[in-house]
């Protein structure tokens, strides 16, 4: 592809929308994998969250012709983004609402975000790289301004979760609509998938409300069994 060619910038308009659409999904992950920080690193766990994200997207870009290969690999990527959304909406869960030293430290706020963004970058990828149309230089282009993307967003997204908790669950709501689409999109279940519009829609359904309703009664034993905890002190 000719450079500045009129297909040149088509295709970086195309590289640019699917940034717009798709950057999205990080910006929820680091904003909910960081609020849980204290506030000195939400700032740090956003830059570096993003710069783990960007790199995660590179070396699957580098790799996309293999990555096509994998059988499964949306099926896989899907079902870890459930687990993902799941554990961010309610973090401290598992430890009976006493927060363990993964739930609200900088380095497992990172863990937290570069798997997810490696779980969810395979439809960015092949996205952009489609786009491309095997111009390398428009794949970086395309990396370099999902940065801006994903930090802003992030920024916006955590200010809002700070102010409106409730914000939370419809933060984990969109990754576990994303989770569905990867394993609807799942060439392996085509059989499944493509000739059933309900089975389509009942699997978006199960996910999404799964997801919030499992958090949702986590988060309500936690907090039973952390005012159990408490009130032989009170």
């Known amino acids: ?7 040149w910038f088509s295709a970086l308009a195309a590289i640019v929308l699917i940034d717009l659409v798709l950057a999205g ?3 929820i992950v680091i904003a909910l994998a960081a609020r849980s920080l204290p506030t000195h690193l939400q700032r740090k766990a956003i830059v570096w969250g993003t710069v ?7 070396l699957m870009t580098l790799g996309v012709v ?3 290969q994998i059988p499964g690999l949306m099926l ?4 870890g983004l459930v687990w993902i959304a799941y554990k961010l909406l309610v973090p401290h869960a598992e430890e009976g609402g006493h927060g363990g030293p993964t ?8 863990r937290t975000i570069v798997i997810a963004d490696a779980l969810m970058g395979v439809d960015n990828v092949l996205g952009v790289a489609g786009a491309a149309h095997g111009a390398f230089d428009l794949v970086v282009i395309g990396l370099l301004i999902s940065v801006p993307i994903v930090v802003w967003g992030s920024s916006v997204v955590l200010k809002l979760v700070e102010r409106f908790p409730a914000i939370t669950y419809i933060g984990a709501g969109v990754l576990a609509f994303t989770a569905a689409k990867m394993i609807v999109g799942e060439p392996l279940l085509d059989a499944v998938f ?4 309900s089975a389509r829609i009942a699997a978006y359904a199960v996910l ?5 309703g499992a958090g949702w009664l986590a988060t309500r034993r936690a907090a039973s069994a952390q005012e159990h905890h408490e009130s032989p002190a009170a």
Do not use: K, Y
Not at 1 to 7: G, K, L, T, V
Not at 52 to 58: D, L, N, P, Q, T
Not at 103 to 110: L, P
């Open 1 to 7: 592809m000719e450079f500045f060619s009129p297909a």
């Open 25 to 27: 999904d990080n910006a």
């Open 103 to 110: 739930a609200n430290t900088f380095w497992g706020a990172m």
């Open 76 to 79: 896989v990527g899907g079902l």
């Open 52 to 58: 783990g994200a960007i790199v995660m997207r590179s």
């Open 208 to 212: 999404v409300v799964g997801v919030l």
């Open 194 to 197: 493509d000739p059933h519009l």
């Open 66 to 68: 293999w990555l096509l």
